[in-house]
């Protein structure tokens, strides 16, 4: 059911990679704050599942696919007519030591969290209302060197500096584009082809590494989304939060 009292009623909200995790969670939030929401994915299944649930719009597209990003947007404007709020949420992992890097691996990495992100934003501003807002999932890991993550951090240490160019670029519409960082988020990703001891192991290790002294939820990082997207944050434009549990700034 529709929800008719939030912050977002009446607005229409497009969720790049909103089927899984910190994207599903911000989907539902927007929905049950009264948002008109579609949102993207790279699988079939769990999008029209998500579609299903949130009662909003679900469509199959790879966001390191430009044409398929293309064809989504097509499909947003024929449903939606507009977007009030672009949250710039699917991405792609993976760790490699330097030496082991291939050019396939990189590109893999760039090719959805910095080109297809870029694109995406790109290809979505005509169908950006004025007042609106852009939000993006950044990282941690853009300012935290760490090793085995050089072609992820360089990706979201590139998106990040896009989106402030990009917010500049917007303020004659009055657009705000900003940025979520999460730190360690117990998602499905890291749990993917794992055994129950590998999946605890790495979350002792990362609750151990995060001052707060564990992992954050996609909840609680969706949460920084909707109040960066929100009314609340009408005076906030072109920061990069930092939704880590203390990580760069304690750590």
Request: overall charge negative.
């Amino acid at each position: 059911m529709v929800a008719t009292s939030g912050r977002f009623v009446d607005r229409c909200v497009l969720v790049l990679g909103g089927n899984a995790g910190i994207g599903l969670a911000a989907a539902r939030m927007f929905a049950a704050e009264g948002a008109k929401v579609a949102i993207t994915g790279r699988n079939a299944d769990t999008i029209a599942a998500a579609a299903q649930e949130i009662e909003g719009l679900g469509i199959r597209a790879d966001m390191g696919v430009i044409a398929e990003t293309q064809a989504a947007l097509a499909e947003v404007k024929e449903a939606l007519g507009g977007i009030d709020v672009l949250f710039v949420n699917a991405g792609v992992g993976g760790f490699a030591m330097v030496p082991d890097v291939t050019e396939d691996f990189w590109d893999g990495i760039h090719n959805v969290n910095l080109r297809g992100a870029f694109f995406a934003i790109q290809h979505a501003l005509p169908l950006m209302r004025d007042g609106g807002a852009i939000v993006i999932t950044g990282s941690i890991g853009s300012v935290a060197a760490v090793p085995g993550n050089v072609a992820y951090a360089a990706a979201k240490a590139g998106l990040r500096a896009m989106a402030r160019i990009v917010g500049k670029e917007l303020l004659p519409r009055r657009i705000r584009v900003n940025m979520v960082s999460p730190g360690p988020t117990d998602t499905e990703i890291f749990k993917r082809d794992a055994s129950e001891a590998e999946i605890q192991g790495m979350k002792d290790m990362l609750n151990s590494v995060v001052p707060l002294g564990r992992m954050g939820t996609s909840e609680e990082i969706a949460r920084a989304v909707l109040f960066l997207a929100s009314p609340d944050a009408s005076f906030i434009n072109g920061i990069d939060l930092m939704a880590d549990g203390g990580c760069i700034e304690l750590g």
